[in-house]
C-alpha cells in the first residue's frame, strides 16, 4: 500500500523554519499500531494523518510515543496540504477531530487561519520540579493539558536552558515558559520531557490555545502577536472570540512523496 506524504514547515514563511510536521493523506484509516509506526519511523515531533469522509476530513495527530487530542502545527500544515494538493477549489476546511470540529480557512494573503477551542488554563501551585529544571524564577503556574509558567521577560524565555529530565513525569503533555512580549504581545518556549530524549518543540498551535486566552485577559485585548523563541521560531497572529481561538500563520513545503506499507 502506497500513502502520498508531504513534510511542510508550519508558522513560518522560510524553509527550515517553524516546526515541521508529516502529513498522510490516507484512503481510510489505518489501524493505531500502524499510525503509531509511521509516526515513530518519520521521528518528528507530530505526523497527522486526514481522510475525507463527504464534506469533512477526519484528523488525528501522532506523536512519536502517543496520539494526541490536539495539534496545531500538524493542523496547518495538512490544511497547506489539502488546499494546495488535494483541492485547490476550496478555501475552507471542517476538520472533525478529538477536540471536535475545527476549521481552517485560506487567507488573501496566503496565510491559514486555524479555529480551535479555546483552553484558558488555571491557576496552581508551582510543582517543585519547575524550581530543579529552570533556572529562571517562575512567577506562577497554571495547569490544563500543558504546564504554563510565567517569567518576568523575554531576556528570561529566550536565555533559560532547563534541564529537561527533572520534568519527566509531571502530569502534563508539555511545559511552556511564557512572558510578555518586546515586539510581540508575548513569547514563548515549550519543552516537551516526555520523549525518550526530552527536546524543545519549535512552534507549539495547541499551547496558544490556553497562552491566547491567559494573555488576552492578562492585557486586555482580543488580538495578539505571538513568537516563540526557539531556535527555528515560530510567529502567530492570534484573536480570542467567547470559547474560540484563532490562529494565523504561514507554511512552507519541504518534502512530497510516497511510503510503503
Keep these: 500500500m502506497k500513502i502520498p506524504i508531504y513534510?511542510?514547515?508550519?508558522?513560518?514563511?522560510?524553509?527550515?523554519?517553524?516546526?515541521?510536521?508529516?502529513?498522510?493523506?490516507?484512503?481510510h484509516w489505518l489501524d493505531d499500531?500502524?499510525?503509531?509506526?509511521i509516526a515513530i519511523e518519520n521521528n518528528l515531533s507530530e505526523t497527522g494523518y486526514f481522510v475525507k469522509k463527504d464534506n469533512i476530513y477526519e484528523i488525528r495527530w501522532f506523536m512519536p510515543y502517543a496520539e494526541i487530542d490536539l495539534c496545531g502545527h500538524a493542523t496547518l500544515a495538512a490544511a497547506f496540504v489539502i488546499f494546495n494538493y488535494v483541492d485547490t477549489s476550496i478555501n475552507e476546511i471542517i476538520f472533525s477531530s478529538k477536540s471536535g470540529i475545527l476549521k481552517a480557512k485560506k487567507e488573501e494573503n496566503n496565510t491559514i487561519t486555524l479555529d480551535f477551542p479555546s483552553r484558558p488554563p488555571k491557576p496552581i501551585e508551582i510543582p517543585k520540579e519547575v524550581y530543579k529544571a529552570f533556572k529562571s524564577n517562575p512567577i506562577k503556574a497554571y495547569g490544563g493539558r500543558d504546564l504554563i509558567i510565567t517569567v518576568a521577560s523575554e531576556e528570561d524565555v529566550l536565555n533559560e536552558e532547563p534541564t529537561l529530565d527533572v520534568l519527566k513525569g509531571l502530569p502534563y503533555l508539555c511545559t511552556v515558559i511564557t512572558a510578555q512580549g518586546n515586539t510581540s504581545d508575548f513569547v514563548s518556549r515549550v519543552f516537551d520531557a516526555n520523549l525518550d530524549i526530552p527536546l524543545e518543540d519549535p512552534v507549539t498551535g495547541s499551547a496558544h490555545a490556553a497562552l491566547v486566552p491567559f494573555w488576552a485577559e492578562k492585557l486586555g485585548k482580543t488580538k495578539l502577536k505571538a513568537h516563540q523563541l526557539s531556535k527555528r521560531g515560530g510567529e502567530l497572529d492570534c484573536r480570542v472570540e467567547k470559547d474560540r481561538v484563532f490562529l494565523s500563520g504561514y507554511a512552507v513545503p519541504y518534502l512530497i512523496g510516497e511510503i510503503e506499507i
Design 7 to 27: 513534510q511542510i514547515d508550519a508558522f513560518t514563511q522560510k524553509l527550515f523554519g517553524g516546526n515541521p510536521a508529516a502529513i498522510c493523506h490516507l484512503p
Design 33 to 37: 499500531k500502524t499510525l503509531l509506526n
